[in-house]
């Protein structure tokens, strides 16, 4: 078996789990008495963050066939901070299609934050640093889930959606929400801040023309 370098707190927690190391610790963050490792094992990803003393475990999916491949009523609590909209869409896109099964959601979000590329890619200031959501769909990449994306008129977007999950931000929305599917002629939308901008589950044709042009992310 090799021997990987990870750290007692998480090598502690990667033995209270049963599980294995798959990987040695990497630190994604370096800022002293901030920082951030990841580490990934046989069952899930361990992130450690040092100003905390804690190491926050996700699951992985477990790739069974007879599982569904996207439950779209997955739960989408409101965001905490108002910078963390796209991390809260591809934490739900994450949650949604099985790809991790946290038990702490919002403890996930701030894993997802760091995956997306805290501070270079998102950051409390612009939140994400790239309107077209590449970002996103790096982190979709690193788990094997290929994406498209592309600048979208209402009708395309609602084809998409009736079809597959994604995630969606309005230039003039300044908002990311997940995919959904599709209900009663809009799209249906996983939304971390009801209620902003007049949106909160369903984004009617009317809306979406009103806050776009919108970038569009979806699984193929």
Same mark, same amino acid.
Request: aromatic share 14%; hydrophobic share 35%; glycine share 10%.
């Given at each position: 078996?090799?021997?990987?370098? $990870?750290?007692?707190? %998480? ?10 190391a798959?990987?040695?610790? &990497?630190? $994604?963050?370096?800022?002293? =008495?901030? &920082? ?5 094992? &046989?069952?899930a ?7 905390d003393?804690?190491?926050?475990r ?24 108002d910078?963390?909209? #796209? ?5 739900? /896109?994450?949650?949604s299609? =099985? /790809?991790? %099964?946290?038990?702490d959601i919002?403890g996930?979000r ?23 959501g #590449?970002a ?41 929400v =997940?995919?959904?599917? %599709?209900d #009663?002629?809009?799209?249906w *939308?996983?939304? #971390? ?5 007049? *949106? ?6 009317d809306?979406?023309?009103?806050l776009? =042009?919108?970038? $569009?992310v979806?699984?193929?």
């Open positions: 078996m090799t021997d990987y370098n $990870v750290g007692p707190g %998480v090598a502690q927690a990667i033995a209270d789990n049963g599980d294995e798959r990987s040695d610790e &990497r630190y $994604v963050i370096l800022d002293e =008495g901030s &920082r951030v490792s990841l580490t990934l094992a &046989r069952d990803q361990y992130w450690y963050y040092e100003y003393n804690k190491v926050n996700l699951p992985f999916g477990d790739g069974a066939e007879d599982e569904p491949l996207f439950d779209p009523w997955t739960s989408q609590p409101g965001q905490l901070y910078w963390t909209c #796209s991390a809260c869409s591809l934490n739900w /896109l994450q949650r299609t =099985g /790809l991790i %099964v946290p038990s919002y996930s701030e894993s997802t934050v760091y995956e997306i590329g805290y501070p270079n890619n998102i950051n409390p200031q612009y939140g994400l640093m790239n309107a077209d #590449s996103l769909r790096a982190v979709l990449n690193n788990y094997g889930m290929p994406t498209e994306q592309a600048w979208l008129d209402f009708d395309t977007t609602y084809q998409i959606a009736s079809e597959t999950p994604g995630m969606c931000s309005g230039a003039k929305w300044y908002h990311w =997940g995919i959904r599917g %599709v #009663s002629g809009c799209i *939308v996983a939304n #971390s801040a009801p209620g902003y901008k007049g *949106v909160n589950d369903h984004l009617s044709r809306q979406f023309n009103a776009g =042009g919108f970038s $569009v979806w699984l193929v």
